[in-house]
């Protein structure tokens, strides 16, 4: 945060890119982190919380085509570009579900509450604690999805780049199968 600040402060053009989660590195394990680039579960998942907070994956090929759009265009100058395809803002539970109709089968659920994840962050050594905290404001907090875009200072990708396709959460998943 302080460079960007930094980065104000001194007047520097910019368009700080607001990407959210990776797709590559969340969806292959569909969401569970404690199980990160591993492939398709095969019969239990781990989740956060209740899973009802709401998340954001994108494509990284879709990150760098909205970012490279991003460029010279006068709409994202001084302000952030938020990456949030409407398709792909979903809880951890609706990205089960979609993955349990698309695998023809069910998962047995283990879930670690707040506190439990909290203890993990604590005890891990950097950097899975690292990749646990943000776990912690994805999944539990909701921190990529509960928000407005203030249009003062945010725009969304997917607004300004109507006639860009985006791999959808639906779409990404057929991959795995």
């Given at each position: 945060?302080s460079?960007r600040?930094?980065?104000e402060a001194?007047?520097i053009?910019?368009?700080y890119?607001?990407?959210n989660?990776?797709?590559e590195?969340?969806?292959?394990?569909?969401?569970?982190?404690t199980?990160?680039?591993a492939?398709p579960?095969s019969d239990k998942?781990?989740?956060l919380g209740d899973?009802d907070a709401k998340?954001v994956?994108v494509v990284?090929k879709?990150?760098a085509?909205y970012?490279?759009r991003a460029?010279?265009?006068?709409?994202t100058?001084?302000?952030i570009?938020?990456m949030?395809?409407?398709?792909?803002?979903?809880s951890?539970?609706e990205l089960?579900s979609?993955w349990?109709?698309?695998?023809g089968?069910t998962?047995?659920?283990?879930?670690?509450?707040e506190?439990?994840?909290?203890?993990?962050?604590?005890e891990a050594?950097f950097?899975?604690?690292?990749?646990?905290?943000?776990?912690?404001?994805?999944?539990?907090g909701?921190d990529?999805?509960?928000?407005e875009?203030?249009?003062s200072?945010?725009?969304e990708?997917t607004e300004l780049?109507?006639d860009?396709?985006?791999?959808?959460?639906?779409?990404?998943?057929?991959?795995?199968?």
């Amino acid at each position: 945060l302080s460079l960007r600040r930094l980065i104000e402060a001194e007047g520097i053009p910019h368009t700080y890119v607001c990407c959210n989660g990776f797709a590559e590195t969340y969806l292959p394990s569909i969401g569970d982190v404690t199980a990160v680039g591993a492939d398709p579960p095969s019969d239990k998942i781990t989740v956060l919380g209740d899973g009802d907070a709401k998340a954001v994956f994108v494509v990284e090929k879709d990150i760098a085509t909205y970012t490279v759009r991003a460029v010279d265009d006068p709409r994202t100058l001084n302000k952030i570009l938020y990456m949030r395809p409407p398709a792909n803002i979903v809880s951890h539970n609706e990205l089960i579900s979609m993955w349990e109709r698309k695998a023809g089968r069910t998962f047995q659920i283990v879930r670690i509450p707040e506190a439990g994840l909290l203890k993990l962050i604590k005890e891990a050594a950097f950097p899975l604690n690292i990749l646990l905290s943000l776990a912690l404001s994805i999944f539990i907090g909701g921190d990529q999805a509960n928000f407005e875009i203030e249009p003062s200072f945010g725009v969304e990708a997917t607004e300004l780049y109507p006639d860009l396709k985006y791999t959808t959460i639906d779409e990404y998943l057929d991959r795995l199968l």
